[in-house]
T-cell receptor, first 111, second 112 residues
């Protein structure tokens, strides 16, 4: 299994909703990442987990809450989001500090 | 900001032509990577070049790195319609940092 999977593919939520994005990889990678990408912009790093511990938080608002239940799973819990949080959310993993393997992303729309 | 700059922002060429994209960055790097993104999808890693390397090849791709000018270029030879995508350079600045900083990207259109 050489891919990163993300669910759901699309998500529409209201500003009072609580939802979660899920990411999974079975390549034995020890680093996992969340990125946010707005239209026609590059991906922006949000969080990095290394060996299941949060190692980088790029000053992301607390309405985004990451979780790494085990070495294969990464979640992003969403609560009280704003319309400007609408974006493509990308998960990635890497075996070490070099190339990253990206999932297809979750297209999030906040109404 | 350490974010790289890519030029051109958009490039349109005929199938069979070569495409060259450039990337500049501001601070010293551990490595530089190029990724491709098809519209609205995930990124695919193309090639990685380390700070002590000057040139690297992979199939139809050729990457150069000039650390004195803090710049890199990606050459795609004999382009195909399937190469139509956005191309991003990404720099890793500290050994072991796990942190990539992406450039703004070049949108390549290859016309059949």
């Amino acid at each position: 299994d050489t891919e990163v999977t993300q669910t759901p593919k699309h998500l529409v939520m209201g500003m009072t909703n609580k939802k979660s994005l899920k990411c999974e990889q079975h390549m034995g990678h020890r680093a996992m990442y969340w990125y946010k990408q707005k239209a026609k912009k590059p991906p922006e790093l949000m969080f990095v987990y290394s060996y299941e511990k949060l190692s980088i938080n790029e000053s992301v608002p607390s309405r985004f809450s990451p979780e790494c239940p085990n070495s294969s799973l990464l979640n992003l819990h969403l609560h009280a989001l704003q319309p400007e949080d609408s974006a493509l959310y990308l998960c990635a993993s890497s075996p070490r500090q070099d190339k990253q393997f990206f999932g297809p992303g979750t297209r999030l729309t906040v109404l | 900001s350490q974010q790289g700059e890519e030029d051109p922002q958009a490039l349109s060429i005929q199938e069979g032509e070569n495409a060259t994209m450039n990337c500049s960055y501001k601070t010293s790097i551990n490595n530089l990577q190029w990724y491709r993104q098809n519209s609205g999808r995930g990124l695919v890693h193309l090639i990685l070049i380390r700070s002590n390397e000057r040139e690297k090849h992979s199939g139809r791709l050729r990457v150069t790195l000039d650390t004195s000018k803090k710049s890199s270029s990606l050459l795609i030879t004999a382009s195909r319609a399937a190469d139509t995508a956005s191309y991003f350079c990404a720099t890793e600045h500290g050994a072991g940092s796990y942190q990539l900083t992406f450039g703004k990207g070049t949108k390549l259109s290859v016309i059949p």
